[in-house]
């Protein structure tokens, strides 16, 4: 009895795989096949070639393997059966069927694997009318013109001080300048952390997390995502007591200092407050991501803008014409606007797209241009640059950057 029920347990183990992946194709493969047939978009299967590609870490990644996937199978070909991250994916290489999926959050469920690293209150693991309450309240605080004008105002200083510095060492690594810049605006503008031991070691944290949070999601000891949650665990417990001591100091405040009092402050449509979990995970992703948006896209302005003397020159030309106009050395709201061409300034695509799409965009956008065109203004006004490795290979993972953190030599005009 005992050889027999082995027999039909061996016997039935395939059946049962063949009729799971057979649900798997009707249930969610049959949905996107007739989208990519109604926009003439071919998709192909395709298994373990990324795992192999994705393990190269100066080179290959995400965006390397859709470039080898389009050289395989044609440019008409925009979504690819695969695993990835643990799990069966579709990954969808097709700007038109990309645009499709970020703007129909109803049909095309989308999340993050790595929630416990995002924080599951924070903006990026929420989803439908949860989402956008927290989205509206953070775009009220972080994108509203007063805030944004408080910003320009804010995050000079600490840029223009930090060029003094990159031309007194000569050589620099901007990628690493650039992410303490960012984080000490990001810092004081959002929870009122300034320089110090304690800011030193939420950087840390914050680079753990970055390396995680796109890892595999597996909580084996020493692995990226694990130390990740460790690292976002610790960092939300100093934001914690932070929190803990406003709620008795500022019982009676009515003018908030920072993003942390602004979101303790707020009310949605129907008058209910964020709960301490919703403030301390949005407070913790808003420093995050704030910072590595930033430093990463101005990387990217600061490589592009060095290979190309046209550019490079209308720029100059256009900073320099505003800078004899102004009596002081800091600008305002109202002359970022005017600085037409310097707000044209994108990174290459293929390079870094920091603002996402859809109903997914971020919310503080202008926050990281505004912070881009000033650096750049006070930059092109006062200093020169030059990429010292201009044939810097791409590394892909967590995010594309170049390889060397983008060498730069910085001098005086």
Known sequence: ????????????????????????????????????????????????????????????????????????????????????????????????????????????????????????????????????????????????????????????????????????????????????????????????????????????????????FRAQPAKIPGSAYRYAVKCRTKFKSIMRVELEKRKQQNENAKEAKDLMDQLMQMKDEGGKNLTDEEVLDNIVSSIHVGNISTAYLSTWALYFVAKDPNVLHKLREENMELAKEKKDLFITCEDVLKLKYTNKIRPRVGTYYAFGGGWKSCPGNMLVRLQRVILLHHLLIGYKWEVLNPDVKVRYLSHPLPADGLQLLVSEI
């Not at 994705?54 to 393997?65: E, M, P, V």
């Not at 695993?83 to 700007?95: D, E, K």
């Not at 600490?158 to 810049?181: F, M, P, R």
């Open 1 to 212: 009895m005992g050889l027999d029920m082995a027999y039909v347990f061996l016997l039935g183990l395939p059946l049962v795989g063949w009729l799971l992946w057979w649900w798997n194709e009707i249930w969610f493969v049959t949905a996107i096949k007739a989208k990519c047939s109604s926009m003439n978009i071919k998709m192909f299967p395709v298994t373990w070639d990324f795992l192999s590609l994705g393990k190269c870490s100066h080179f290959y990644g995400t965006l390397k393997y859709c470039v080898v996937l389009i050289h395989k199978y044609g440019e008409n070909v925009g979504a690819y059966r695969n695993y990835m991250y643990g799990s069966p994916r579709i990954l969808v290489c097709s700007p038109s069927l990309s645009k499709l999926i970020l703007n129909l959050p109803d049909k095309f469920k989308q999340a993050w694997p790595t929630i416990e690293a995002l924080g599951s209150n924070s903006l990026m693991s929420l989803k439908g009318t949860h989402h956008d309450r927290v989205k509206s309240l953070l775009m009220n605080a972080i994108n509203h013109p007063h805030a944004l004008a408080c910003i320009v105002v804010h995050v000079q200083p600490t840029i223009v001080h930090a060029l003094q510095s990159w031309a007194q060492k000569g050589k620099i690594i901007a990628l690493d300048e650039l992410k303490k810049v960012t984080l000490l605006n990001m810092g004081r503008y959002f929870a009122s952390l300034d320089f110090g031991p304690q800011l030193h070691s939420i950087e840390h944290m914050l680079f753990a997390i970055t390396q995680g």
